[in-house]
């Protein structure tokens, strides 16, 4: 499998070197090159081809944000992005620019490794995609004259979403469909879907059933738990960027900081 190449992006050696270190758990992501402010970035970015950058915010010059503007005008073939900052008040410019997520520093390790989590699907799936695109090509080129009909490009780019969990015990064997989970809670390597009835548990990882959950129902809101937006009973916003929601079973969950800015662009549909 071909190595996923980055371009880290920061004018701060230190804040280059902790990426540097983290991606050392991801044997795939490959550091093929580094920029210290905006200007070298846009350069690199126009003469290099990269599958993913992690982009400062703040930089002297250009910062991150009029980087992928100047990018996105220009019509620059784009690497998937991470935007990294000390403040989360650009979250809604990040994601209006389709960045794929929003790192505030310091960067917390486990939230880093959801990020690589997500980045490694989107690129896996851009690369089934274009397989199957390729190949589709080649057999509408081939001349059949009793071709069967091939279903269209648009039908087969629709995910399909788990609609349910399968939950085995000594006794059964059953499914929880996914509608009824109200939240799924992580507590070490255990994870316990939440529901009006009853919990039940898997030994399935968070990250993992994250990739399998619709995002428009299911939103991850901390590192440990992800939540059933429509078993939101109310909510209201904590210190810190933090969030509070209260679930149809009246318990509170309460997210991180780190996922402010994934929350605030999912309240951003409703705006």
Request: with cysteine; hydrophobic share 45%.
């Amino acid at each position: 499998m071909d190595p996923i190449r980055a371009l880290l992006v920061d004018d701060e050696p230190l804040a280059r070197r902790l990426l540097r270190e983290l991606l050392t758990d991801f044997p795939r992501v490959e550091v093929t090159g580094e920029c210290t402010n905006g200007r070298e970035a846009l350069e690199a970015l126009q003469a290099n081809t990269y599958d993913l950058a992690f982009l400062d915010v703040q930089m002297p010059d250009l910062d991150g944000v009029q980087v992928l503007r100047q990018l996105i005008e220009a019509g620059q073939r784009l690497p998937l992005i991470v935007f990294t900052t000390a403040y989360d008040q650009y979250a809604v410019q990040a994601f209006a620019l389709h960045a794929v997520d929003y790192l505030l520093k310091p960067i917390d390790p486990d939230r880093f490794a959801d990020c690589l989590a997500s980045v490694q699907q989107r690129l896996a799936q851009q690369q089934s995609h274009a397989v199957s695109t390729h190949l589709a090509s080649l057999l509408g080129a081939w001349p059949v004259a009793t071709a069967a009909p091939v279903a269209s490009d648009s039908a087969s780019e629709v995910p399909e979403y788990q609609d349910r969990f399968l939950i085995r015990t000594t006794e059964r064997n059953f499914f929880v469909p996914a509608a009824e989970v109200l939240y799924l809670e992580a507590t070490g390597s255990v994870v316990t879907l939440h529901t009006l009835a009853e919990p039940y548990t898997l030994r399935t990882p968070l990250t993992q059933l994250e990739s399998r959950l619709d995002p428009a129902t299911f939103l991850r809101i901390h590192r440990s738990c992800i939540i059933n937006v429509d078993h939101i009973r109310e909510f209201k916003h904590w210190a810190h960027g933090e969030y509070v929601f209260r679930m149809n079973n009246g318990a509170y969950v309460t997210s991180s900081r780190s996922y402010s800015a994934v929350i605030q662009q999912f309240l951003k549909r409703f705006a």
